[in-house]
């Protein structure tokens, strides 16, 4: 069994949004050289999230939306217990946990093995710095 690993680095500009990051991940897997196995793709930051979707504006738009009425944002202490430390994305954490910290995508003859409309995508929710994706590819 083979391994490599590579590092994606996202900088989103604004505080929530969605990036396409399948391209990226898939030249992993290539550049790996591994024909068969599993891609690990995860968020190394705990304000930010992979996700599997369909990559369509109206549903990142409703992503947004239904993050924001779940857990908004709100900079003051009032709100969220932990912004009374010091911090203010304390609801960029709940929107992580929502959307999830990593996906795993099957590889067969080297390629990312998904199903229809299926894509990988870097969920920002505390952006306006850089931040790491780690890709680990496992296999023959």
Excluded: C
């Excluded at 549903?59 to 203010?88: C, I, M, Q, V």
Aim: aromatic share 10%; glycine share 8%.
């Amino acid at each position: 069994m083979k391994s490599y690993a590579d590092y994606l680095t996202m900088n989103v500009p604004a505080r929530m949004g969605f990036v396409n990051i399948t391209p990226q991940v898939a030249a992993a897997v290539k550049k790996s050289g591994i024909q068969e196995g599993m891609a690990l793709v995860n968020a190394m930051h705990i304000t930010a999230s992979v996700f599997i979707n369909d990559d369509e504006s109206g549903l990142h738009e409703d992503y947004k939306k239904w993050l924001e009425d779940l857990a908004p944002f709100d900079a003051s202490p009032r709100r969220y217990a932990h912004n009374r430390t010091g911090e203010d994305n304390a609801d960029a954490h709940m929107k992580r946990q929502i959307m999830g910290r990593e996906v795993v995508v099957a590889i067969t003859n080297g390629k990312l093995d998904f199903g229809p409309w299926e894509q990988i995508f870097y969920g920002e929710f505390d952006g306006r710095r850089p931040k790491r994706v780690l890709v680990k590819v496992i296999g023959e």
